[in-house]
């Protein structure tokens, strides 16, 4: 019968004296003490038993029984030397080209902060190059909030509509005149019966009000904006509605187009998971709305801060400050001038204070 030599093992021998290797009474090592004495082969090791049996059986030898057990570990790997580990790395292929930088200030900050920015495709009820005297004219009729409520109520309707139709805010001959200016203007069209339609389709009137906040930033404030951005941040959904970059400062713009009863928790808790993770110079909530954000949107807000946090503070009007650097506003009176106005507290709180 062949015999095949057995190894050591420390996975269930801690000290070499279980497995025989301590110094033996007599010896010049041996001190005698009970610290230093020998302790007996570890019997619970799954290997010694087995050897043991065979032993019993006469296969193998009794002295080999206390070593058997070293055989459950195998030996450690052998480390590389330093010349074995340069010549591995300049064997290596070469790694891939990093990405081109974004275009505009904007995206590249967001490049910058370690993220892989990408503009989703407008979801707008017309060309997203749009210029000259149409945009002119659509950015015009957009600062009206009767306007936005229109537009927004005539792309809910998901085809054809009558005037009188979109919204019940507006009559029938205030729709109808507001429907003649965008078939003007080639983003809606005549149909039979006295209805309109929209040459392009869009889903939801939020990517139409991102464009307008994002246009105006840029003409009032002279901001590089860029809006529907894609960061790609492990764990967090969603798009960053509008961000913007002026005097080297990133600006996060958070815009809900729905009436306040439709906001939810888990959407006050998605944007400060985005400022927690953008962090941002300036950020700010914002909803289209001409009703009081007191009435529900800011205790929402202010659930979602911590419970050592200072209440929201009004800066002035329906504009409020919920921690430093973070805002919420309403559109009363005009939604792009609150938004400025923010950003002008953001910066200046940015710099020293007063003195």
């Known amino acids: 019968m062949t015999l095949f030599p057995i190894r050591a093992c ?5 000290r070499r004296g279980a497995c025989g290797l301590a110094p033996k009474a007599g010896s010049l090592s041996y001190r005698g003490d009970a610290a230093s004495k020998p302790p007996s082969t570890d019997s619970s090791c799954p290997v010694t038993k087995a050897a043991s049996s065979l032993a019993a059986l006469g296969i193998l030898p009794t002295h080999m029984t206390r070593h058997a057990h070293r055989a459950a570990t195998p ?12 010549a591995q790395a300049a064997a290596a292929q070469a790694v891939a080209p990093a990405p081109l930088l974004p275009a505009g200030e904007a995206m590249a900050m967001l490049a910058r902060r ?4 990408e503009v989703g495709r407008p979801d707008l009820p017309f060309a997203r190059d749009l210029d000259g005297e149409a945009a002119e004219r659509l950015g015009e009729l957009l600062g009206h909030y009767s306007f936005r409520l229109f537009l927004r109520g005539a792309i809910q309707r998901r085809g054809d509509f009558a005037p009188g139709e979109a919204t019940r805010y507006l009559s029938a001959a205030q729709e109808k005149a507001l429907a003649d200016a965008l078939v003007e203007m080639g983003i809606l069209v005549r149909t039979p019966r006295a209805r309109y339609r929209f040459l392009r389709r869009a889903t939801s009137f939020g990517p139409t009000l991102e464009w307008y906040v994002a246009r105006e930033l840029h003409r009032r404030l002279g901001c590089d904006v860029a809006t529907g951005v894609k960061f790609r941040a492990p764990g967090l959904g969603g798009d960053l509605d509008v961000v913007a970059a002026v005097e080297g400062k990133l600006i996060y713009l958070e815009l809900k187009s729905s009436p306040p009863k439709h906001l939810t928790q888990g959407e006050v808790a998605a944007f400060f998971a985005r400022v927690r993770r953008l962090r941002p110079d300036v950020a700010i909530f914002a909803m289209d709305t001409a009703l009081r954000l007191s009435d529900r949107v800011l205790p929402l807000l202010a659930s979602a801060l911590a419970p050592a946090a200072a209440a929201p503070w009004r800066i ?3 504009l409020w400050a919920l921690m430093p650097h973070v805002y919420a506003v309403s559109a009363k009176s005009d939604l792009v001038a609150n938004v400025c106005r923010v950003v002008a507290e953001g910066l200046l709180a940015l710099g020293p204070p007063p003195q």
């Open 114 to 117: 370690g993220f892989r920015p």
């Open 75 to 86: 030996s450690p790997r052998r480390r590389l030397t330093a010349r074995e580990m340069e």
């Open 10 to 14: 420390t996975r269930c021998c801690a």
């Open 316 to 318: 002035e009007r329906d």
